[in-house]
């Protein structure tokens, strides 16, 4: 919320159906956009790892933090640890990263949201019912616009 204050992750696991596989949410506290984001990829990345996932393929709608991959300097120094760890742990892995746009990603804006009235990381094993709408409109490849 902001360009720096309380801040949360979110993310959502889809097999090649769409179908839910699993999603998270992380209240970070006070932090900037650019932390919450790699956290999140951070976030992801071990969840895939713990449950012997070998194919991860992450959607995010921040650029700056895909091309950590390719410039690890953008990586905040207190998250440096835990990224190199990550870095091992996609050499295992068929892993991909791309960006999209913000209204692709509707579900993991939510969980993020969610994120903020949560204490600890939460792992829901199926989609929680405030994200139920936008996962079944994804998946049916429906728009999703954004009107100011």
Not at 69 to 87: A, G
Request: proline content about 3%.
């Amino acid at each position: 919320m902001g360009s720096t204050g309380s801040a949360a992750c979110g993310g959502i696991f889809r097999d090649c159906r769409g179908e839910s596989l699993g999603c998270f949410a992380y209240n970070i506290g006070i932090a900037n956009a650019v932390f919450a984001e790699i956290l999140g990829i951070i976030l992801a990345i071990e969840c895939a790892y713990q449950k012997n996932w070998s194919n991860l393929w992450i959607e995010t709608d921040s650029m700056l933090a895909s091309l950590a991959f390719k410039s690890p300097h953008i990586v905040p120094w207190q998250l440096k640890n835990r990224w190199e760890n990550c870095l091992m742990m996609i050499g295992n892995m068929h892993f991909m990263i791309t960006h999209i746009f913000r209204e692709g990603n509707q579900c993991a804006d939510k969980l993020a949201n969610l994120g903020l009235n949560v204490v600890n990381f939460t792992w829901w094993n199926f989609a929680p019912a405030e994200i139920l709408g936008d996962l079944s409109r994804n998946r049916l490849g429906l728009p999703f616009y954004r009107f100011c």
